[in-house]
């Protein structure tokens, strides 16, 4: 069984930063695919950004393109979600799931794919 617990979150201003880490433990780290997802009020889930279980594969959905960078340190069990040029809109409550993988590139694009889920950290951008 593989807990996740998502840090980071907060509230900031539009154009501004943030980080998310997402600390896992129960399992061996290196095996999962992690995701990153985000759920807005009154919103369905949405995938963000995805990394192979050994960093080589990465997807990012078009809304964070270029904005948010998903990244995993395997040493630290830990994944990070780097969140640019923060928008209104991206507003939500964000959450990391982690995904039994048997590649090293591949990257899991659906929620389904996703077996164990953090409990989410809200994130507000706000003027």
């Not at 809109?89 to 048997?102: F, H, K, L, P």
Request: charged share 15%; glycine share 14%.
């Amino acid at each position: 069984q593989v807990q996740l617990v998502e840090s980071g979150g907060g509230f900031v201003q539009p154009g501004g930063s943030l980080r998310l880490s997402c600390a896992a433990s129960g399992g061996t780290f290196s095996l999962y695919v992690m995701g990153w997802f985000r759920q807005a009020s009154g919103k369905e889930r949405e995938l963000l950004t995805a990394i192979s279980g050994s960093g080589a594969g990465t997807f990012s959905a078009a809304s964070v393109k270029g904005r948010f960078f998903v990244s995993r340190d395997n040493t630290k069990n830990t994944a990070y979600l780097q969140m640019n040029s923060l928008k209104p809109e991206d507003t939500a409550i964000y959450y990391c799931a982690a995904g039994r993988t048997y590649s090293d590139s591949i990257v899991y694009t659906t929620g389904a794919e996703y077996n164990y889920w953090g409990q989410g950290t809200q994130v507000t951008v706000s003027s």
